[in-house]
């Protein structure tokens, strides 16, 4: 019996012992702390939290700059008095290309991209983005060879187009080598297109926009 009640004893002071030092351990490594030190710590953390959110609101701040899209406007205007062929009056850095049609009739204006005089008489490539005054309501811009930048082809890539109407009466058709209408942008409305080469690009017809206005054929 006296045995047995020693044994007792000397689990007990075991167990005692074993608490302390799992105690100190977790004491140690902050899993259990005075309530002065827990205040202290959540009050850095906070502290922290708040910089962290600040810092976060400056950086997303700094991205929407960068992130910024902005394209330079052709100092000059192409004024079409009737269907015309090129528009030469981009110069460097322009991004975004200026056409008023003026004529009073029907008029298209064709722009070749795979030519280097389309836009400019010194070969400074045309800007994609186009911001068209419209005068009747069957005008049209008809972009050929859509595929091609800088006269190089890049049937490897969509590229883009973007028409705005500044009018304030009427549209303007947007057409392609099919010479079929892609889209019809009214007066104070945006269309983008997407130009798509499937085989030979040199070939007018192997090339086609599909614009987000309607493009059925």
């Known amino acids: 019996g006296d045995s047995a009640l020693r044994n007792s ?30 205040a202290s710590t959540r009050t850095t953390h906070s502290k ?31 004024s079409i008095t009737s269907s015309a062929t090129n528009c030469q009056i981009a110069s460097i850095g322009d991004g975004a290309l200026k056409v008023e049609f003026a004529a009073g009739l029907e008029s298209t204006l064709t722009l070749d991209m795979s030519s280097p ?8 490539h ?48 947007i057409k392609d080598d099919h010479n079929v209408g892609r889209a019809v942008v009214p007066p104070g409305a945006v269309r983008e297109c997407f130009c798509y080469c499937e085989d030979d690009c040199s070939l007018p017809l192997s090339n086609k926009l599909y614009c987000t206005h309607n493009s059925p054929r």
Not at 24 to 31: C, I, L, N, Q
Not at 66 to 78: M, T, V
Not at 117 to 124: A, H, R
Request: hydrophobic share 40%; proline share 3%.
């Open 48 to 78: 922290r939290l708040r910089m962290l959110c600040w810092n976060l609101l400056l950086i997303d701040r700094c991205c929407l700059c960068l992130a910024q899209r902005a394209f330079k406007i052709s100092d000059a205007k192409c």
């Open 117 to 124: 005089t389309t836009c400019s008489p010194t070969s400074q």
């Open 126 to 173: 045309c800007p994609q983005i186009f911001i068209v005054k419209s005068d009747h309501n069957a005008n049209a811009v008809k972009i050929s060879k859509c595929s091609y930048y800088k006269t190089l082809s890049y049937h490897s890539h969509l590229l883009t187009y973007t028409f705005m109407n500044v009018g304030l009466q009427f549209p303007v058709t």
């Open 9 to 38: 004893d000397a689990e007990v002071v075991c167990s005692r012992r074993a608490l302390a030092e799992r105690s100190t351990e977790a004491r140690s490594f902050g899993v259990i702390a005075p309530l002065h030190r827990l």
